[in-house]
């Protein structure tokens, strides 16, 4: 059984080619994550891979297994969303730990998304001010504004409900017919 290491997560993730397609949403690249990371994700979801929080290149890649991995390994499911609490937790202790001024502002991002994945507003508020603070102006922050806003408004991701299991509101499903209103 080959290792997976800190390195080659960031490698995959960080590499040239890799970086167009971070939020395409493309089934090709699904199934690439799933060939890279399957097996790291399940590991680091089991705290199998704990011992990574030694280094800041660990914390973030166990923030990509647990936060960007199951999106695209479980596109559409509920388990795209399973794991975003011990993402969450890791990214608290990266910033509590200042290990996220120690990358440059692409791999910083990605300790910040767990913020701006989380459904409750202390986080989303948290996401735009590290955003804003720490990387700048950007496409990044007009995405976590919106998605501030989509909290502000509905205290959740309405675009979860049906994937959740959960009812949608009349003004949700009026929001999701909106031009726009997609992620």
Known sequence: MMTTTPGDVLDFWFAPETR?????????????????????????AAGALDGWRETPAGYLALILLLDQAPRHLFRGTPR??????????????????????GFRSDRRLFVYLPFEHSEALADQ????FLIRTRIGRSGYLDYAERHLRIIERFGRFPHRNAILGRESTAEELAFLSEPGSSF
């Not at 795209?80 to 001024?101: C, K, N, S």
């Open 80 to 101: 795209a969303f399973a794991t975003d609490g011990a993402a969450l937790v890791l990214a608290h202790e990266a910033i509590d730990r200042a290990l996220d001024l």
């Open 125 to 128: 508020q948290a996401s735009v």
């Open 20 to 44: 167009l397609l971070w939020f395409a949403g493309d089934a090709d690249f699904d199934r690439r994550v799933g060939e890279q990371w399957a097996a790291a994700h399940e590991q680091a």
